[in-house]
């Protein structure tokens, strides 16, 4: 049998597939079962963001494993060294301290307690359209009856508000508001840009009321948005999850922490949390990174593809928004029709919502390849 059919009998069905069979990636290609080529404009949600099959992590990966793969965080390990120290250099200056975990959702979920441990409140303000995971704690700051009422009760203390709606958050904080938790780009909830004055002025309140600010950065970190943490462009947060392209891949998540974070030993730990072989990968990633420009590459990229995008004449489209390498296409229909048309012609896409075409391609794409892209978005916007 082949892995569709494999796939269809033996996995539970929670995610809404696409009917292709994927073997390989180079680069911003994608290589299905048939060996017929794809321009991959989604990077797996923002983990490819130094593409696929990169040999520099893949070398360091190897050469971890046959080293030290696991090191439980009860003992010290020098690549784990290495990488905190690099992350809380590279981070804005608030930040001083960092938390190691697997995946974005378990970010969430550490910042979320740190901010009850460290205030000793417990409420927590969210946005409407904000996606922060599917754990309970993180599921809780997520917005969406779709996910959250299987599983209901939801972990108490949460409250949702309009995203950059500032007098609305305000109302909303009350003497029991430990932390106000905010994506500077909502990816899931439609790449909506975050409004800088609305930020400043969270910022200013969570300042005067000694609530923290979480920022989730899980799908914006690492040079998405055009500067290494999107936050550079909004304001500094007292806690920073990251996560998906962390560790070029492999899984990985983290919490940065100001020093208001305060959390007693032994209360929030994890077996893989900072494992030496992520950690090498994550290193490799970030010299990648650094080595081949790519945040400045998603700035001038980003606009390149952003230009390119509303030059389309298509009366299907509503509006083109981005930041960096992060770009929404709204639709006045459901996208859903439009992602399978693009995939049936060799283009990679996400949705965000049921109106809006995500593109989160991996940072090394090459112009040619966003041509190649903005050819068939345009045929397929514009009915051609
Ligand atoms: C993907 C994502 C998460 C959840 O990450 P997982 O690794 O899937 O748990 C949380 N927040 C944001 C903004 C995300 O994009």
């Known amino acids: 049998m082949n892995a569709k059919d494999l796939e269809e009998r033996y996995m539970l069905p929670v995610y809404p597939r696409r009917d292709i069979v994927l073997v390989k990636g180079k680069g911003a290609k994608l290589y299905d079962e048939k060996g017929l ?29 046959l080293t030290l793969g696991n090191c439980y965080s009860i003992f010290y390990n020098p690549v784990r060294a290495r990488l905190a120290e690099k992350l809380l250099s590279l981070a804005p200056g608030r930040l001083k301290k960092i938390f190691f975990c697997n995946s974005g959702a378990e970010a969430v979920e550490g910042a979320i307690k740190f901010a009850r441990a460290s205030t000793g409140k417990t409420g927590i303000i969210a946005t409407m359209r904000g996606f922060h995971g599917k754990t309970f704690g993180a599921l809780a700051a997520t917005w969406g009856p779709e996910y959250q009422k299987p599983f209901a009760p939801m972990l108490q203390g949460f409250t949702h508000v309009p995203y950059n709606n500032f007098m609305k958050l305000k109302e909303s904080v009350n003497e029991e508001t430990a932390a106000v938790i905010l994506e500077p780009v909502q990816g899931e909830g439609g790449v909506r840009i975050g409004d800088k004055d609305f930020f400043q002025a969270v910022r200013d309140l969570c300042d005067s009321e000694g609530i923290l600010l979480i920022m989730d950065e899980v799908q914006t970190g690492f040079g998405r948005t055009g500067t290494l943490f999107a936050c550079e462009q909004f304001v500094e947060p007292d806690l920073l999850c990251v996560a998906k392209s962390l560790a070029g891949g492999i899984p990985m998540g983290a919490v940065l922490c100001s020093e208001a974070a305060h959390v007693p030993v032994k209360s929030h730990t994890s077996t893989f949390g900072g494992n030496p072989l992520a950690c090498a990968a994550a290193l490799a990633s970030l010299e990648v990174v650094e080595k081949e420009g790519l945040v400045e590459k998603a700035r001038s990229l980003g606009s390149y593809l952003l230009d390119g995008l509303r030059a389309i004449r298509s009366d299907k489209i509503r509006e ?64 051609e």
């Open 320 to 383: 083109v928004r981005g930041l960096g390498l992060m770009i929404g296409i709204e639709l006045k229909e459901k996208a859903g029709p439009y992602v399978q048309a693009l995939m049936e012609k060799g283009i990679i896409v996400l949705l965000a919502g049921p109106n809006v075409i995500r593109l989160l391609p991996p940072l090394v794409i090459a112009k040619e390849e966003i041509d190649q892209g903005l050819k068939v978005l345009q045929e397929v916007l514009s009915g």
């Open 37 to 65: 080529e794809y321009i991959d404009l989604a990077s797996n949600v923002g983990v490819s963001n130094i593409g696929h099959a990169n040999e520099h992590v893949a070398r360091a990966i190897y050469e971890q494993y």
